[in-house]
């Protein structure tokens, strides 16, 4: 994978602003914060986006990829002003269960998610290598 950034440009904090990637895709759907039982364990920001992140880890292990492989995310948030103050918890638990800000993001604010408590969702498109 590399890295999209034009020397001229400020580097942007959080995600890359474009990746190139060549391999075999994986399109995984909005995944939230809720265990592998369908329930939530807690209506906190932070630990949704804990749990919204194991999600993604455990089903990109099912096509044996890992975060590394990730190129692509899109971040639905119902409180942008939530997920702003808390920003670097967020950083933190992204770095642990992430990695590095070498992904392509966007995060975009919803009035509501399907599932009510659902405080975020976040969809992912990886590259697992040729």
């Known amino acids: 994978m590399k890295v999209l950034q034009p020397a001229d440009w400020t ?10 990637a060549r391999g075999h895709s994986i399109f995984l759907a909005g995944q939230i914060g809720w265990n592998a ?4 364990d807690s209506d906190d920001l932070v630990e949704q ?9 455990a089903l990109l292990a099912e096509a044996g990829a890992g ?6 995310m899109t971040w639905y948030l119902i409180d942008k002003r939530e ?3 808390r920003g670097r918890e967020i950083g933190r ?8 800000y070498t992904v392509a993001m966007s995060a975009v604010q ?4 399907i599932e009510d408590r659902a405080q975020v969702e976040i969809e992912v498109t ?5």
Not at 93 to 100: D, N, P
Not at 110 to 113: E, G, P, R, T
Not at 126 to 130: E, K, R, S, W
Request: charged share 15%; glycine share 6%; with cysteine.
């Open 37 to 40: 039982a369908c329930q939530f």
């Open 93 to 100: 638990v992204y770095r642990e269960l992430i990695g590095s």
């Open 67 to 72: 975060p590394e492989h990730i190129v692509r």
């Open 110 to 113: 919803v009035a509501a998610l």
């Open 126 to 130: 990886a590259v697992l290598p040729d």
């Open 49 to 57: 986006v804990r749990q919204t992140l194991a999600n993604v880890r």
């Open 11 to 20: 580097a942007p904090k959080g995600y890359a602003n474009g990746v190139v």
């Open 83 to 85: 997920y702003l103050a």
